[in-house]
């Protein structure tokens, strides 16, 4: 009989998955709420990902070729890979591949050390230079948390150490490889940096980084000095200021730094005499070394400063946590203008607001989501449903025109229009062309807590429905989605009912718990994040909302 994983045994398939593929959006939203919902884990995922980089800076160690032939000779289908030898090294749980573990362990000491002997017994003539290289950079001691990833813009994330989702943490030793857009990283000391893609960077501490190539702006306030930026033709110390940098990925370009506010140090490479650019001045150092002062604008390089501010069309709007109230917990002051017929009970997260599934049970938001006012929409909730018998409105704001509205209905098909006795489905109104888009997959299910979400963006002319599959993934459930093109949402309601459609005797029976509406079209990876996380997750956006 099969059974779920367990946590522990979930993280290590992730973390395996990273360094053999890479994480997907959807397994890298997975990786942060299994970090979130289950704190003990961290200390095995930091173990693990020093244990890779470890594993990787060995495996780029010179070794005696016999050592390497001797692993060629081997069916390609024998040789262990990474994630293999991270499971053995790691000394994590082995109860998913029990019948693997003797043999990944055994080769894993083997390699180990065939790599140390041939450390031990290269030639001496090789050089004293190329035994130090051979030794790892890492060291073996605990890995520690020194920076985040407090934002990012339009990133598009290489194949990373660790998370890239927003928020996670960066560990010492954990390299970023942004290859487009623009991410914001705030070190313990209080360094503030924002990355520009095409770049890598490398943390290196609490208070430093390497940047091997790409563009780079940071920034220290207050009293905190001393931040230092690695480049292969200078190393960077702040003074107490604000500073760019730009080292070209063409080695022959050499780097610029340009200081915005106060004064840095610059050392080159080839020791040579550190130099101290002040405000509006910048320094151009070649690959030889040479540094050449000038004017800031003289540099011939643009700096991105800051990542663009949150617009209103990302915010949290509304936020209906149901705790003896129906008070909006976003923080955007949008208080039901009505509430009738209600009561609160034992919800799926504390508290929820049950509806009698009657027309004088509903709750009404002065919240605008027609397509003028928000052309992208993301709302959801979970629900409860106590009768299916007729079509039940959770969220509405159609004023007879198939305007936005999440429900379920009787409809049948993807893109139901003409009206029938069929199953009842969670479906969405996507227009009047297209009427309902009525969900492919799992049905409400009475007495049964489901995830449902809406994301409308019209201007793609897309209408998303996301479903809880509850069975899925050996009972970790997952989402459904499914999509329409040409959805072309008219003019609404300038309000939304909780509950019952404004015309139609369409009353929601049963209960309703954590409402949420963002103006701005979520991703799935962000919907399964408030799939697994609930109300946390919601609260964390109202925050960052309210902070930005």
Partial sequence: MSQAQSPRNQLIDLVEEQYEFGLSIERQAELEVLLTSHPELREVYLQAVQTHVYLEQMAQAPVAPLVFETIAEEPLAEQPSHGMLFRAFAGLDYRVHPARFATFVITATVLVWSAFLAWVLWPSSQGKEVVQASRPKTSTAP??????????????????????SDGAYLLVGQSLILKRGLAAIKFDQGARVVLEGPAKLIVDGENQASLEHGKLVGKVAGATKGFAVQTPWATVVDLGTEFGIQVAQKSSLGSVV?????????????????????????????DAGAAQLSPAEDAEVSLVRDLPAVTPQQRLIGFYPFEGDAQDASGAGNHPVTVSGISFVAGHDGQAAQFAGQ????IELPIDVGVEALPRLTWGAWVRPTRLDRSHEILSADDGGFDRTLTIDTRSGPQ?????????RFALFAGPKLRVLASRGPRPQLQKWTFVAAVYNQPAQTATLYIEDRAARGGRGALVRDHTDGARIGPSAATVRIGRHRQYVEAFAGEIDNVFLIAGALSSAELETIRTTGRAAIERLADVTKKQ
């Fill in 143 to 164: 890995a520690q948390v020194v920076a985040r990833l407090v934002r990012s813009h339009r990133a598009h994330w290489g194949p990373s150490i660790g998370s890239t």
């Fill in 258 to 286: 340009r200081v915005f506010d106060g004064v840095v140090r610059v050392s080159p490479a080839d020791a040579s005499e550190p130099r101290r650019p002040a405000a509006g001045q910048s320094l151009r150092i070649s």
């Fill in 359 to 362: 027309p004088q049970s509903f």
């Fill in 416 to 424: 139901a229009i003409v009206a029938t006795d069929g199953p009842r």
